[in-house]
């Protein structure tokens, strides 16, 4: 149908991603997909296309690389596709201290975290803005609300960006059509762990304390669609924000840092 909608996901070939795809794919949208590992990518838009007769768009990029960045919006605009909907999630965490890994690890995490996300936001906002409609969630974390503590340096501040940014958006846009969230998960089914090293030394996690891809996603684009600045998805990860919130930081801060000892390579 020549009014489906189209969105764009980073991070999409596994996680969060790829279950942000399949949800919107249920909805009838369409899809570009984005990700580094294009095998699968393209196995997730077979998937799609066979279950829901949409068309998947699956475009390979390392988003720590400015120039792949622009190049992959280029490549976009090139096949005369504008995005209704952008889901920034494309994101890693290092786990290590800062002074234990390189200048160049860092820059490259705050390229994927933070510019890349801006990046892509600025150039599709005003098309969206033309069409007075849009639909964008980047997806924060609960962290953004902590103190922060030894290890995965620059993954808070990172988050807390993506909160403020979010917010700060959605105040300008909100009524003209285009919806902006932040999303804020707490431990979610994915491979976050493994890929940032930590999944053996943080072992299994009570299932209690970890959602599903699913439940997250669907809670993201209901609060998206209702024009929510923010949503923290999870019982117990809603009581954690507030209490880090409210708590007084003389209270907060020695907590969190002893219970993310843990979670420091």
């Known amino acids: ?112 975290c933070v510019m890349t996300p801006t990046y892509l936001a600025r150039e599709f906002l005003d098309p969206m803005l033309a069409r007075g409609f849009g639909r964008i969630i980047n997806v924060s974390s609960m962290v953004a609300f902590s103190p922060g503590a030894a290890g995965h340096t620059l993954y808070p501040a990172a988050k807390a960006y993506m909160l403020k940014f979010s917010r700060s958006l959605a105040a300008e846009v909100a009524y003209k059509g285009v919806n902006v969230t932040a999303l804020c998960p707490g431990s979610t089914e994915s491979e976050f762990q493994t890929a940032n090293g930590m999944a053996a030394a943080v072992g299994t ?39 880090m919130t409210y708590l007084p930081d003389g209270l907060v801060t020695p907590l969190i840092r002893w219970g993310a000892k843990k979670y420091q390579l």
């Open 1 to 112: 149908m020549a009014d489906t909608r189209t969105f764009l996901i980073t991070g999409a070939s596994s996680g969060i991603g790829a279950q942000f795809a399949r949800a919107y794919a249920q909805r009838g949208y369409n899809l570009i997909l984005v990700a580094r590992r294009l095998n699968r990518l393209q196995d997730l838009a077979a998937e799609l296309t066979a279950k829901h007769g949409i068309a998947v768009t699956c475009l390979d990029a390392d988003l720590s690389d400015r120039a792949q960045v622009k190049a992959l919006v280029a490549r976009i605009r090139e096949m005369n596709l504008s995005p209704d909907g952008l889901i920034n999630n494309a994101g890693y965490s290092l786990a290590h201290t800062f002074a234990s890994t390189t200048t160049q690890q860092q820059m490259d995490f705050v390229e994927v």
């Open 205 to 243: 996690s009570p299932s209690r304390f970890v959602q599903s891809a699913e439940a997250v996603v669907e809670a993201a684009i209901r609060a998206n669609e209702a024009g929510r600045e923010v949503i923290v998805t999870g019982l117990i990860n809603k009581l954690a924000v507030f209490l």
